[in-house]
């Protein structure tokens, strides 16, 4: 067993953003084992203020380039909620499909870059341009395939530029939905490569159960992601439900001196977000193609391991795909119309929430008679997913101290588990605590 | 022979730039491999190095001086600083704090005093080192940092475009967002992009940055004459990407 760890990860690697793994272990006990968020602060709850409603979602979208398109769904869904504006079914069905593209593009971004590199025992992806080339060939696919997907309907991936309060300010034609439907039809077989390739790997994460409470959004139509109400779940299958106005009962925030991003919590000390959460909780929604993916990956709710978020986001990446392919069908076959923006109603505030690809994201706002912001506030899933990290490390230290590894096997382990989460960081730290005058 | 090497480096920003890298697709990625090689690259990859780099890419804004000796070992380490990205080459919307003094007690509360949340105005890179080219937007086009690339390994200047946006949306026959009853920012944002914003149905919102010499007097008396936009929300709208750029 091992009596002395020194371990000081620095600016981890292959994570979104900044963040330290610091552990100290002296004759058996443990000193410091602490998940450390030193990025840099950016203030935007600030920056939106007096900012017109037409423009707080180009400025929030810029909060984080990875969900960089959830940020904006959120935003223009909260200034409707504040506005009074109903968008039509239509811009709701290109919407969901936006919010496919962005949590596949993510995922594979992160499955094939980010965690794969640790179970082939490489330092990166560009090494395994020589020993695995098609497999990165495929990654590099996947990615573009979806970059080219949410362009389509979003203008551009980082920082959508089509997507505004009360619908779209360009759509794209039929034509080029059925296009791209074809495409993604196409990338079938990249998808059971995907399955084959990951269901080869998966033996490899560490075998770590903790469990805790998971959330996510729902909905009662489908596998919540675009929109619906607030659902957690515990391991032993109580599941709670909460409205997305009364975000703030359920996050709880709070500051911590080893992170300039804020902690949250529920029923427990700490709650986990992400592709897990949303599959532990929503199971029952997803398409039959990714529930067969699941049952390939072995992966069945209620799973406590967090390393197998990574499995789950793989999993989520064939729901997306079939999903599209499924309301790509019915916007083909109903036409798109031109149905210009829909105009406020009223200025007061709303709030909303949309699942990114790391997890739940709230936005709420609140705007004056000129339809200028006059408060904003954002909860970022990383942010919600810090004191389930630490909560993680603490229970981890001991297992591994425990076992039969070396300080890099312990190290390498820690850092996979960070890694899992999808951690964006760089996201997750301008969180605030304005009183919300009603 | 030995391929250039190329590091990517990221400050206070999203690292949508950094993201943008990933987009090519596997032919244009695979090819552009052959030719460089990438050496660090933190977002993406766990290697470092200790050798001299050939092409540095820094994204994200200078905001908290412990970040200051990190750029002056980027510059000592690289033969070529590239700003990538508004972040870097202007301050980009980071800046947009920076006419705030209450920033800090608006995002954190009591808490605000707390050292480790402390940050002072965004400032592009070269407020801090020598920064020897810009690839500016936000995001940065990922072709045209190809085109940065692609200019330096063949040993030619970039270009840098110094005209508006607006020619750009009548080279593409792009109605102008004045005539659709919207604003724009286009007559003084400094071209390159290919104007996809205005093609898209929204104002440019100048991201790139302004041309030589704006003129930002007559952009907020035309945001107020066509636009219908109050004096405050002229300054207040002129400043977006380009706080740094004015006064």
């Known amino acids: ?438 | 022979m030995t391929k250039p090497t190329i590091a990517f480096f990221d400050f206070a920003g999203c690292e949508g730039c950094q993201i943008e890298f990933t987009n090519y697709g596997d032919a244009a990625t695979l090819e552009l491999l052959k030719h460089v090689e990438l050496v660090e690259f933190r977002e993406a990859m766990s290697e470092t190095t200790d050798e001299r780099i050939e092409i540095a890419l820094v994204e994200g804004s200078f905001t908290r001086d412990a970040d200051r000796s990190r750029l002056e070992e980027i510059r000592r380490r690289a033969r070529i600083v590239i700003a990538y990205g508004a972040c870097a080459a202007t301050g980009g919307i980071n800046a947009l704090k920076n006419h705030q003094d209450d920033f800090q007690e608006c995002v954190y509360g009591p808490d605000a005093r707390m050292p480790h949340l402390q940050s002072g105005t965004a400032r592009p890179i070269s407020s801090v080192i020598r920064v020897d080219y810009e690839a500016r937007g936000c995001p940065a086009s990922k072709y045209e940092l190809l085109d940065i690339i692609s200019c330096l390994l063949h040993d030619t200047e970039p270009v840098v475009l110094s005209y508006p946006v607006c020619i750009e949306c009548k080279r593409l026959e792009t109605v102008c967002r004045y005539d659709e009853g919207d604003h724009c920012m286009g007559q003084v944002a400094r071209a390159g992009c290919g104007a996809p914003c205005p093609a898209d149905g929204i104002p440019c919102e100048a991201c790139r940055g302004f041309v030589d010499d704006p003129n930002i007097r007559a952009l907020e008396k035309v945001l107020v004459e066509r636009a219908g936009f109050s004096q405050r929300r002229a300054v207040g709208k002129s400043r977006m990407f380009t706080a740094n750029l004015r006064s």
């Open chain 1, 1 to 438: 067993m091992l009596q002395n760890v020194n371990i000081d990860v620095h600016h981890l690697t292959r994570v979104e953003g900044h963040g330290n793994i610091v552990i100290n272990v002296r004759d058996g006990t443990v000193e410091t084992c602490e998940w450390q968020v030193p990025e840099a602060p950016r203030f935007f709850e600030a920056m939106v203020r007096g900012r017109h409603y037409s423009e707080v979602a180009r400025v929030t979208s810029r909060i984080c380039g990875i969900c960089s398109v959830g940020h904006t769904l959120a935003s223009v869904k909260a200034t409707e909620a504040a506005l009074g504006i109903e968008i039509t079914p239509q811009t709701r069905k290109l919407r969901t499909i936006l919010k496919h593209a962005e949590n596949f593009d993510s995922h594979v971004l992160h499955v094939y870059i980010l965690v794969a590199p640790d179970l082939l025992g490489a330092p990166s992806v560009f090494p395994l341009v020589a020993t695995h080339g098609e497999v990165v060939a495929r990654a590099l696919r996947l990615k573009r395939l979806a970059h080219e997907w949410g362009s389509l309907i979003g203008g551009r991936t980082t920082h959508p530029t089509t997507v505004v309060p009360g619908g779209f300010a360009k759509l794209p034609t039929v034509k080029e939905l059925a296009g791209m439907r074809e495409r993604i039809a196409a990338a079938a077989p990249d998808l059971e490569a995907t399955l084959e390739t990951i269901a080869a790997l998966a033996p490899g994460l560490p075998a770590f159960e903790r469990p805790t409470e998971y959330m996510a959004v729902s909905c009662d139509e489908e596998y919540g992601l675009y929109d619906g109400y607030v659902q957690t779940i515990l391991a032993d299958g109580d599941r709670a439900t909460y409205l997305v106005a009364d975000y703030r009962t359920f996050t709880n925030e709070y500051v911590v001196p080893q992170s300039t991003a804020k902690y949250t919590k529920n029923r427990l000390d700490s709650y986990a977000a992400g592709a897990l959460a949303r599959f532990n909780v929503n199971y029952d929604q997803l398409h039959p193609e990714a529930k067969k993916a699941a049952d390939a990956l072995g992966l069945a709710p209620i799973c406590t391991n967090p390393y197998m978020n990574s499995v789950a986001q793989v999993v989520e990446i064939v729901h997306s795909a079939y999903e599209t392919l499924r309301l790509l069908d019915e916007v083909i076959a109903e036409g798109i119309a031109e149905e210009g923006i829909v105009q406020p109603t009223r200025f007061t505030g709303g709030a909303s929430a949309v699942e990114v690809p790391r997890g739940i994201l709230f936005h709420e706002y609140e705007y004056d008679n000129e339809g200028m912001c006059v408060k904003a506030n954002c909860i970022i899933p990383t942010n919600q997913n810090h004191a389930n990290i630490q909560g993680d490390f603490d229970a981890l230290l001991p297992q591994l101290l425990a076992s039969d590894r070396t300080e890099k096997e312990v190290e390498l382990a820690f850092e996979m588990l960070v890694r899992a989460y999808d951690p964006c960081i760089s996201c997750s730290t301008h969180c605030l605590d304005v009183t919300f005058a009603r």
